[in-house]
């Protein structure tokens, strides 16, 4: 077994189900080894940053190891914003890199591709990853891949592993099974105890589900212990499409001054607010109507639980789980009075007039209604604020890190690591972006449909600074170009247009759908329209 061989085995043992990359000349051995050895599969894309994306979207939704393999400078250095936002939103993703060998390292001479010194790609990568490497001695080579792997997975956050070119075939032993550091076992029941006495004592206890309930694949517990305790469960924006199959009583998604009411008002006076797996940001909290007390919260997250001023560290999740249904029966806590779960709306009225962002929430609405639920991949803008007033399925979306470009390659991971074809929601600023990844479509058998929020401008960008002129995009024509990407595009102008080509979409396999939804300026969602009017008025100044 040579060292590729070694890696990617053990990549393949802790979860890794394929690779997406780019190929280049520092990283041309290594991706002769992964296509010849045939031990994981290998997706090419077009744009390092659609590597990234795709790889993390389909570690998000498997909860898995996602792999995403270029080459040294030009392609890890173009791939560093999909990673960040894989590590701001705690996405277990491994980079695996091509890098000089020993001989071209030491010749003295600058390397192409070289940004400023040799390593300088490896320290850049450190901000956005929690471990790396340069595997560039084989014996050494599989202690520090299993230390890297592991912290892969247990902080659920990007690493990065740089494989000298003339390194990647030496002989290499097997990669050792991964090691966790253990937990303790008093502070740990200690810990379920506390956080049970305290959702006991509550008159109106809430649990909130956040990404690290998917990351670490504690769904399927987080909903057994919700039904155990008569729990209502919200999800965070981040964490739309949680225990979406689930039956717990799902209450909808927490948005603060831009939600549903009765959501807002049973989480900010929630009296015992159960934050799992949540991450604190200004996306998730920043738009709360009445301002939480963290000090009044359970929050368990990033390997540790709080209770006010009481911290239990070196708690993982999924250890927390397993102790708190230890110590639990079914309806050990009586319900509470639930909240009922948010409506969504449907029954699209399919005449001659224009298109808003609700309309197309209502159409996906009836389409699933019809035939079934996909799973969804959106890009940030107002598509991601029309997906809540979607009915939750599985969802991928950078809510927090907020990048655009995600939406389109996230949805051609989704559909390598499911095999279920996604809807893709994106606007026509990201698509710009990286939209032309759908002509690898055609290579894999990938069909994903395609909704194309157009409106000829960065109109988020727009509600926020209504004066710019640089939010306007001008008129691109994308559904013109699908044919020549190896789809089929539509653009629709009025309600009736999109039912159709929503049908026909659906009932076309074999080739991605492209629907362009003109949709005019000014025209927002609700969800948005809320969202926006909720943040002047809470960054308003004082009069």
């Given at each position: 077994?040579?060292?590729?061989?070694?890696?990617?085995?053990?990549?393949?043992?802790?979860?890794?189900?394929?690779?997406?990359?780019?190929?280049?000349?520092?990283?041309?051995?290594?991706?002769?080894?992964?296509?010849?050895?045939?031990?994981?599969?290998?997706?090419?894309?077009?744009?390092?940053?659609?590597?990234?994306?795709?790889?993390?979207?389909?570690?998000?939704?498997?909860?898995?190891l996602g792999v995403a393999a270029v080459t040294y400078g030009a392609g890890?250095?173009?791939?560093?914003?999909?990673?960040?936002?894989?590590?701001?939103?705690?996405?277990?993703?491994?980079?695996?890199?091509?890098?000089?060998?020993?001989?071209?390292?030491?010749?003295?001479?600058?390397?192409?591709?070289?940004?400023?010194?040799?390593?300088?790609?490896?320290?850049?990568?450190?901000?956005?990853?929690?471990?790396?490497?340069?595997?560039?001695?084989?014996?050494?080579?599989?202690?520090?891949?299993?230390?890297?792997?592991?912290?892969?997975?247990?902080?659920?956050?990007?690493?990065?592993?740089?494989?000298?070119?003339?390194?990647?075939?030496?002989?290499?032993?097997?990669?050792?099974?991964?090691?966790?550091?253990?937990?303790?076992?008093?502070?740990?029941?200690?810990?379920?105890?506390?956080?049970?006495?305290?959702?006991?004592?509550?008159?109106?206890p809430v649990l909130v589900v956040d990404v690290e309930v998917r990351r670490?694949?504690?769904?399927?517990?987080?909903?057994?212990?919700?039904?155990?305790?008569?729990?209502?469960?919200?999800?965070?924006?981040?964490?739309?499409?949680?225990?979406?199959?689930?039956?717990?009583?799902?209450?909808?998604?927490?948005?603060?001054?831009?939600?549903?009411?009765?959501?807002?008002?049973?989480?900010?006076?929630?009296?015992?607010?159960?934050?799992?797996?949540?991450?604190?940001?200004?996306?998730?909290?920043?738009?709360?109507?009445?301002?939480?007390?963290?000090?009044?919260?359970?929050?368990?997250?990033?390997?540790?639980?709080?209770?006010?001023?009481?911290?239990?560290?070196?708690?993982?999740?999924?250890?927390?789980?397993?102790?708190?249904?230890?110590?639990?029966?079914?309806?050990?806590?009586?319900?509470?009075?639930?909240?009922?779960?948010?409506?969504?709306?449907?029954?699209?009225?399919?005449?001659?007039?224009?298109?808003?962002?609700?309309?197309?929430?209502?159409?996906?609405?009836?389409?699933?209604?019809?035939?079934?639920?996909?799973?969804?991949?959106?890009?940030?803008?107002?598509?991601?604020?029309?997906?809540?007033?979607?009915?939750?399925?599985?969802?991928?979306?950078?809510?927090?890190?907020?990048?655009?470009?995600?939406?389109?390659?996230?949805?051609?991971?989704?559909?390598?690591?499911?095999?279920?074809?996604?809807?893709?929601?994106?606007?026509?600023?990201?698509?710009?972006?990286?939209?032309?990844?759908?002509?690898?479509?055609?290579?894999?058998?990938?069909?994903?449909?395609?909704?194309?929020?157009?409106?000829?401008?960065?109109?988020?960008?727009?509600?926020?600074?209504?004066?710019?002129?640089?939010?306007?995009?001008?008129?691109?024509?994308?559904?013109?170009?699908?044919?020549?990407?190896?789809?089929?595009?539509?653009?629709?102008?009025?309600?009736?247009?999109?039912?159709?080509?929503?049908?026909?979409?659906?009932?076309?396999?074999?080739?991605?759908?492209?629907?362009?939804?003109?949709?005019?300026?000014?025209v927002l969602s609700n969800t948005l329209q809320r969202f926006v009017a909720?943040?002047?008025?809470?960054?308003?100044?004082?009069?």
């Amino acid at each position: 077994m040579n060292l590729t061989e070694s890696l990617l085995h053990a990549l393949k043992v802790n979860g890794a189900r394929h690779i997406f990359g780019i190929p280049g000349d520092f990283a041309l051995p290594f991706f002769k080894i992964i296509e010849e050895s045939r031990i994981l599969p290998l997706y090419t894309l077009s744009h390092e940053p659609g590597v990234g994306f795709a790889a993390d979207a389909a570690a998000r939704i498997g909860g898995t190891l996602g792999v995403a393999a270029v080459t040294y400078g030009a392609g890890a250095l173009n791939m560093v914003n999909a990673v960040a936002s894989a590590y701001a939103e705690r996405s277990p993703l491994v980079v695996l890199s091509g890098g000089p060998g020993a001989r071209e390292s030491a010749s003295g001479l600058l390397l192409h591709h070289q940004a400023k010194r040799l390593d300088s790609q490896q320290r850049i990568y450190e901000e956005i990853t929690c471990a790396q490497t340069r595997l560039d001695d084989p014996a050494r080579a599989p202690a520090e891949i299993a230390r890297v792997l592991a912290a892969c997975l247990r902080h659920s956050q990007p690493v990065y592993i740089e494989l000298p070119r003339d390194i990647v075939a030496a002989p290499c032993a097997p990669v050792p099974a991964l090691v966790q550091p253990p937990v303790d076992a008093d502070a740990l029941a200690a810990c379920a105890e506390e956080v049970l006495a305290r959702l006991k004592a509550a008159r109106q206890p809430v649990l909130v589900v956040d990404v690290e309930v998917r990351r670490f694949g504690l769904e399927a517990k987080v909903a057994e212990l919700a039904r155990r305790l008569g729990l209502p469960v919200v999800t965070c924006f981040m964490g739309r499409g949680l225990l979406a199959e689930s039956d717990t009583h799902l209450v909808g998604t927490y948005l603060g001054v831009a939600g549903l009411p009765e959501i807002t008002q049973l989480v900010e006076h929630s009296d015992g607010l159960f934050l799992l797996g949540v991450i604190l940001s200004d996306t998730n909290f920043a738009v709360s109507e009445k301002k939480i007390d963290l000090r009044q919260t359970i929050v368990a997250c990033e390997g540790e639980v709080r209770l006010g001023y009481h911290v239990y560290p070196g708690i993982p999740l999924a250890s927390l789980m397993d102790a708190l249904l230890a110590q639990t029966n079914a309806r050990d806590i009586a319900a509470p009075p639930h909240a009922q779960p948010a409506p969504y709306e449907r029954g699209l009225v399919a005449d001659g007039a224009a298109i808003s962002p609700t309309d197309i929430a209502r159409a996906v609405n009836d389409l699933t209604d019809a035939h079934g639920r996909m799973p969804i991949a959106s890009d940030v803008g107002d598509c991601l604020f029309t997906a809540m007033d979607i009915d939750p399925s599985a969802f991928t979306a950078p809510g927090y890190y907020a990048t655009m470009g995600f939406g389109v390659p996230a949805g051609l991971g989704l559909q390598a690591a499911t095999g279920q074809r996604p809807l893709i929601l994106v606007g026509d600023g990201a698509f710009q972006m990286t939209g032309w990844e759908l002509g690898n479509c055609r290579r894999y058998g990938w069909d994903p449909i395609v909704l194309l929020f157009n409106n000829a401008s960065w109109e988020m960008l727009r509600t926020f600074q209504p004066e710019s002129a640089f939010n306007d995009l001008g008129e691109w024509g994308f559904a013109a170009m699908a044919a020549g990407l190896g789809g089929d595009g539509v653009r629709v102008h009025t309600r009736a247009e999109l039912k159709a080509a929503l049908e026909q979409a659906h009932a076309t396999r074999g080739r991605f759908q492209l629907i362009e939804i003109m949709i005019p300026k000014g025209v927002l969602s609700n969800t948005l329209q809320r969202f926006v009017a909720g943040v002047k008025r809470l960054t308003a100044s004082p009069a």
